[in-house]
């Protein structure tokens, strides 16, 4: 059964920084690319980042761009979502997920959990002083 188990959430002070781990089980993510999205209440879910299998590939959010980085390790199985200069707005559940077949470059755009071989459980995100 492929499994994704995100870590690293919790509470941070605005301007602080988090990093986010996200690991498989039941499969190898070396083939497949991942996509990190959050949803906050009451809003829609929103892709935020996503890199490659290679991690050659990223892409991000214009929300995100120049505070959240992308990356993976492949030889641990995991991919990582280091955020910056974190806001408010930035407080939500955030949710990996991986997929072989989809190109990276859009799948921040592509944020129903169908479209995915494996999606995470999430972890909790909240910006507050």
């Known amino acids: 059964q492929l499994q994704l188990v995100e870590s690293g959430g919790g509470l941070v002070q605005p301007g602080g920084s988090l990093r986010l781990s996200c690991t498989a089980s039941g499969f190898t993510l070396d083939y497949y690319g991942i996509g990190w999205f959050r949803q906050a209440p009451g809003k829609e879910r929103e892709g935020v980042a996503s890199i490659s299998s290679s991690g050659g590939d990223t892409n991000y959010a214009d929300s995100v761009k120049g505070r959240f980085a992308v990356s993976r390790d492949n030889a641990k199985n995991t991919a990582y979502l280091q955020m910056n200069a974190l806001k408010p707005e930035d407080t939500a559940v955030y949710y990996c997920?991986?997929?072989?077949?989809?190109?990276?470059?859009?799948?921040?755009?592509?944020?129903?959990?169908?479209?995915?071989?494996?999606w995470g459980q999430g972890t909790q995100v909240t910006v507050s002083s």
């Open positions: 997920a991986a997929d072989p077949d989809l190109d990276p470059h859009s799948m921040v755009e592509v944020t129903e959990i169908s479209e995915y071989d494996a």
